[in-house]
């Protein structure tokens, strides 16, 4: 089977979460061939190709999207990716003709992205239970709020509509006459954006964008849509899959609905992390202007909301996202959880030696961050040392890129020494009060606190960190598929975990689980661990149990393995030219095997699929339909 695996920032591995999976997956499925598409958003992602790739990845495609405004829109030779991108697969400009196409559907996107966002799936579920938003509840109010929600959902699927027209429009346009950049950043695209803000429908805020307002939307648009221009979809790229799977939402699925436009390839989408949320924390923290902001959070919504409906299946990595992705237009018959697998090779030796830790030490692990909220973990373990002396705190972890991880590395080295000034080594006070110990390291003399960098002399190993520690203690405010919990589950450890994210899903009933930014609850559910061994060495040990049954690489790997089959199977023989020689025969092996294989993916309710009618065609005789036929017969009467 030949799959199409689509990533983002680097080949196999993709940045972010979900990095390490995507190798192990491309690995581990070795039977099958890979076609690798990459979209490198900076430069520096380029150098996957110094390494050496696996055997069953027989072709490997690259698109630089990273490159600054100057270098995109001129500059380089004819013939390259980035011409290609820019002016078009035959060098010239839009005539007329293109021109129209181009406004029309890029007046349609713009018109779907700019509108007042529509009720909610919960939002209207209450407005079908109570009336109209605001209604009394009442008969009339019912009656109400029903043809309300009616036109909320009509007009959610125009827009929906709308945008696919625009999106889709806009593709193959790029197909055929080469790439968009050029067009999207046109006074003819800044005068369709106007317009579209302008129109009747759209949300209040977008009506306020200004002119620099318009040219930073084109800029974000046309960034957002330069995978329209790749020159992957043909015969030789995209078109020469079997399947389309993609390693998360966003940019990096959308190669693959245009796939399954131009050839019938159907897509899988696998999502650790929901996207959209994602773009709303992102875009909190940019310059961008409020306007800019809500035309932008609009395209990612319909956007979303396309490749969910267009997906054959999704895979969420725990139910945290699935939630998202449900929210979002997602069916419920398309979702499948397939948590993202961890190797407990590693963690064998501590996990079954049965030792259960040190009494008297708690340990954290991770990445330092302000959403990991250590400042919270501090000031609960101000109340363990009141109640027991002795105990004491190992932080373990690497600080997050940028400034925002190592702030909070100062802040918590500042907090720590304040809070137990008189066991810090080399804290120093001015007029009585300690001074600020910059990003130099707190130390302790055998003290309470103790900062530990990962890799380093003293903790060389994630098992080491583990090892020094009895009660393992997570303090998050966001989390979504918390990797560290597992880690320690699999080294037979008790955890100590905030109510956040895919926590209680992981964890189960073998920790303690406790709500997020409350120091005493923490530093209560602590204590009760470290008060009792032969507890904390139960759940220690049905911890390590649960994680080897559910959170194993050979599970992902399984899982995948049977989605992929599943898939296939429903789409036997569907490029006829590749099925069919010039004869009219067919072809030999040119049906992968796992069409003809029957199993459970094969029943009529696997993806909500009509049933299929195995009776030999002999036996049906001529071509008479009965009252009450169903399935291909419908369609013959």
């Known amino acids: 089977m030949r799959i199409g695996f689509l990533t983002e920032g680097g080949c196999p591995c993709a940045t972010g979460e979900s990095g390490l999976w995507c190798d192990r997956l491309v690995r581990g499925l070795a039977p099958h061939e890979f076609a690798l598409f990459v979209l490198n958003r900076a430069a520096d992602q380029e150098e996957w190709a110094r390494e050496p790739l696996p055997a069953n990845v027989r072709q490997v495609r690259s698109a630089p999207l990273w490159t600054p405004d100057e270098d995109a829109l001129g ?11 820019t002016t078009g697969r035959r060098g010239r400009a839009y005539g007329r003709r293109e021109r129209r196409r181009f406004a029309t559907h890029f007046t349609a996107l713009a018109t779907s992205i700019c509108a007042a966002r529509a009720l909610d799936g919960e939002e209207r579920a209450r407005g079908s239970a109570t009336g109209a938003p605001g209604g009394t509840g009442g008969s009339d109010g019912v009656s109400a709020g029903a043809g309300a929600d009616g036109r909320a959902h009509a007009y959610a699927g125009a827009m929906d509509e709308g945008f696919a027209e625009g999106l889709y429009g806009l593709a193959e346009l790029a197909r055929e006459h080469g790439g968009l950049p050029a067009a999207l950043r046109s006074e003819t695209a800044l005068r369709v954006l106007e317009a ?30 330069r995978p329209l221009s790749l020159d992957w979809y043909d015969d030789l790229g995209l078109g020469a899959v079997d399947l389309c799977h993609a390693a998360s939402g966003g940019a990096t699925a959308l190669p693959g609905l245009l796939a399954k436009r131009f050839f019938g390839v159907p897509l899988l989408v696998t999502e650790h992390g929901a996207r959209l949320r994602a773009h709303y ?15 932008l959070a609009g395209f990612h919504r319909r956007f979303a909301a396309e490749v969910y409906r267009q997906a054959a299946l999704i895979t969420p990595g725990d139910t945290h996202a699935r939630r998202w992705q449900e929210r979002c237009g997602a069916g419920r018959e398309k979702l499948r959880t397939v948590h993202p697998g961890l190797d407990p090779a590693r963690f064998a030796t501590l996990g079954e030696s049965g030792d259960s830790g040190p009494d008297d030490t708690l340990v954290w692990v991770g990445r330092v ?12 373990f101000e109340e363990v040392r009141k109640a027991e002396p002795g105990v004491r705190l190992r932080i373990t972890g690497a600080v997050a890129p940028g400034p925002e991880g190592a702030d909070h590395l100062a802040r918590c080295r500042v907090l720590a020494a304040r809070l137990f ?10 007029d009585g009060g300690p001074v600020s110990l910059g990003n130099g390291p707190v130390s302790f003399d055998n003290g309470p606190v103790s900062f530990h960098e990962l890799g380093g002399a003293e903790v060389p190993d994630v098992v080491d960190a583990y090892a020094a520690g009895g009660v393992v203690v997570l303090s998050s405010i966001v989390e979504h598929f918390p990797e560290t919990l597992v880690e320690a589950m699999f080294c037979g450890r008790a955890t100590v975990s905030t109510d956040v994210g895919a ?9 303690l689980v406790v709500p997020p930014r409350n120091p005493k609850a923490l530093a209560d559910a602590c204590l009760a661990l470290l008060r009792d061994p032969e507890r904390r060495a139960r759940l220690g040990a049905a911890a390590r149990a649960r994680a080897l049954e559910l959170f194993t690489v050979e ?22 030219d590749e099925t069919v020689a010039a004869d009219g025969r067919p072809r030999p092996f040119a049906t992968p095997p796992e069409a003809h294989v029957l199993g459970p993916w094969t029943a009529s309710g696997a993806l909500h699929a009509e049933p ?26």
């Open 75 to 85: 500059g380089h030779a004819a013939g390259s990716l980035l011409s290609r991108m």
């Open 196 to 225: 579209a803000c302008r129109a009747p429908g759209s949300g209040g805020i977008v009506r306020t964008a200004v002119v620099a307002d318009l040219l930073d939307l084109a800029r974000e648009i046309e960034e957002l849509l």
């Open 281 to 295: 924390l992102a875009t909190a923290r940019t310059p961008l202007s409020a306007p800019v902001r809500a035309v």
């Open 369 to 380: 961050e302000p959403a990991k909220d250590l400042v919270t973990l501090l000031h609960a």
């Open 421 to 430: 000034p008189d066991e810090a080594a080399d804290a120093r006070t001015v």
């Open 503 to 511: 926590v209680v899903e992981v964890v189960g009933g073998t920790g």
């Open 555 to 576: 599970q992902n790997l399984a899982a995948f393995r049977g989605i992929y089959l599943e898939l296939i199977s429903r789409v036997p023989g569907r490029r006829e």
């Open 612 to 637: 299929v009618d195995r009776t030999p065609g002999w036996v049906l005789g001529p071509r008479t339909v009965c009252a009450g036929a169903r399935g291909a017969g419908d369609g013959d009467a």
